[in-house]
């Protein structure tokens, strides 16, 4: 069985590129692959365009790439809690293509698939259907989307094998396991990484096959985006 460990995350991302089209993992701040991000704000990769549901909070998550202007364009469907996102997007000094969140996990799971478009009725009648052609189905108006053309996607899971083998924990499985294999380099960080056959195979969220090249990350400070708590009486 071909083994996809990698040392660390700096190998893990050795050829990441200015300019390129990133995928990044999460929800929020859940599920996301702090070690990448970090590794990309210490490279200075500039250029970006991040495929991602939102851009984290303003000192964290892609947050941080944000606030050295190292994203060029952010694909998402939700701006969030990012002041600086929002900052960015309104003065235009960041290309913001939002995207119905359906629809967002659909682009990325039909490249992972090899399926090079789809017809969906979100977003017909909107801004999202501008420029885009319109079918009808089942006498209801459906526009085309193409699937997404990344150069990496980076996931973040629990816990992966040697082999590239993820299982995800609770809601952190979200857009990670339709990410992982949408990239033409899936890179994989976990939280644990252990020996091929050390995992139960009923227990797999997505197999090897669809990961590249796979690392057992650190320090991972797993940060609540916005939380409330009631008053003690």
């Known amino acids: 069985m071909i083994n996809k460990k990698v040392a660390n995350v700096q190998e ?17 701040l859940c599920g996301i692959p702090e070690n990448s991000i970090a590794e990309l704000v210490r ?6 365009t991040c495929i991602s549901n939102n851009a984290g909070v303003d000192d964290f998550g892609l947050g941080l790439l944000l606030q050295k ?20 997007m309104l003065s235009g000094e960041l290309n ?24 969906t009725p979100a977003g017909y009648g909107t801004e ?13 108006p459906h526009i085309l989307e193409e699937a ?12 992966g ?21 949408a990239g033409k380099i899936t890179v994989a960080e976990v939280e644990e990484l252990v020996p091929i056959g050390s995992l139960d195979p009923n227990e797999i969220h997505v197999p090897g096959i669809f990961v590249k090249r796979i690392f057992q990350g650190e320090k991972y400070e797993k940060r609540i985006e916005q939380r409330t708590v009631r008053q003690r009486k």
């Open 12 to 28: 893990a991302l050795a050829d990441v590129q200015d300019n390129m089209t990133i995928m990044l993992g999460g929800f929020g």
């Open 69 to 88: 202007h190292q994203i060029d364009k952010m694909i998402s469907s939700y701006v969030g809690e990012n002041a600086e996102f929002e900052r960015q």
């Open 43 to 48: 490279k200075n990769t500039k250029g970006l």
């Open 161 to 181: 094998d040697e082999a590239g083998n993820l299982i995800f924990k609770g809601t952190a499985r979200n857009f990670n396991e339709c990410m992982a294999g």
């Open 148 to 159: 997404f053309d990344a150069d990496f996607a980076i996931v973040k899971a629990w816990k």
């Open 128 to 140: 999202v259907a501008e420029g885009k052609e319109v079918r009808i189905f089942n006498g209801k």
């Open 96 to 119: 913001v293509e939002l995207t119905p969140q359906g629809t967002l996990a659909e682009k990325c799971r039909a490249a992972k698939m090899g399926i090079p478009a789809f017809f």
